[in-house]
């Protein structure tokens, strides 16, 4: 059974720095992708950054240069090192594992088949 456990939400001032943690046990596929999403009250949840079983990394253009995405197959975490953060970065973030997973052109795309974690929720404050 696949489980994906994300820490490392909080509150913090804009300009400041979160880092998300993702543990994942259970067996994934050694070719599904993984990634970072996030979900605002009234909002759809949109993928942020990806990362694919070579290590190549893609992220949404909201984030990308502030944000970076890294995963340690040893200790089977996947991290959001986020920085600069801003207001509307306020949101839910999820970790996810899914057979097709990545960003292209601004915006992050994800096969229908994928294992989500519960959550751990950002609040960025002017």
């Known amino acids: 059974q696949v489980q994906l456990v994300e820490s490392g939400g909080g509150s913090v001032q804009a300009g400041g720095s979160l880092k998300l943690s993702c543990k994942y046990s259970g067996y994934i596929y050694s070719t599904y992708s993984m990634g970072w999403f996030r979900q605002a009250p009234g909002k759809e949840r949109d993928g942020i950054a990806a990362?694919?079983?070579?290590?190549?990394?893609s992220y949404a253009d909201s984030v990308k240069g502030r944000f970076t995405i890294s995963k340690d197959n040893a200790e089977n975490t996947l991290t959001l090192q986020m920085n600069r953060l801003k207001p509307e970065d306020t949101a839910m973030y999820y970790c996810a594992a899914a057979p097709q997973l990545y960003c292209s052109g601004g915006y992050c795309y994800r096969s229908e088949e994928a294992y989500w974690g519960q959550g751990t929720q950002v609040t960025v404050s002017a």
């Open positions: 990362i694919d079983s070579d290590g190549s990394t």
